[in-house]
């Protein structure tokens, strides 16, 4: 059985995701481009480290990640989600890694459906 932690980048992604203010308005949309690297492009941890390695450092970045009291995530059109951490949970530890990279891949899509992805992901 694989080791569940390999999926945990994806069960936080997918979690902030499904709870945008919990997000600044930059880390929602850095949080997009995450989902994308990850779900569509299946890039792993590592090749988005070093990807956005620079864009996120806490010394040369001039936005923050977690939303703050007057600023946080939102998205500009209705969500209904297709799977939610719940679902992981009703799936069962045995199928939990491939219940959290079905629920990525479900959190893209319906992201992609509400119009919510920035086009330029397409």
């Not at 308005?25 to 390695?53: F, H, M, T, W, Y």
């Not at 679902?87 to 119009?115: E, I, M, P």
Request: charged share 20%; with cysteine.
């Amino acid at each position: 059985m694989p080791v569940r932690g390999v999926v945990h980048h994806l069960m936080v992604l997918c979690y902030h995701l499904q709870h945008p203010a919990l997000y600044s308005p930059q880390g929602l949309e850095n949080g997009l481009e995450l989902l994308v690297l990850l779900v569509v492009e299946n890039k792993s941890p590592a090749d988005v480290r070093r990807i956005n390695g620079e864009k996120v450092a806490s010394d040369k970045r001039q936005w923050k990640i977690t939303a703050r009291p007057n600023t946080f995530g939102v998205y500009s059109h209705p969500m209904m989600w297709d799977m939610t951490a719940a679902d992981v949970v009703q799936n069962g530890a045995d199928n939990y890694c491939d219940s959290v990279r079905d629920w990525a891949t479900k959190t893209y899509h319906t992201l992609q459906k509400s119009g919510n992805l920035p086009q330029k992901h397409f």
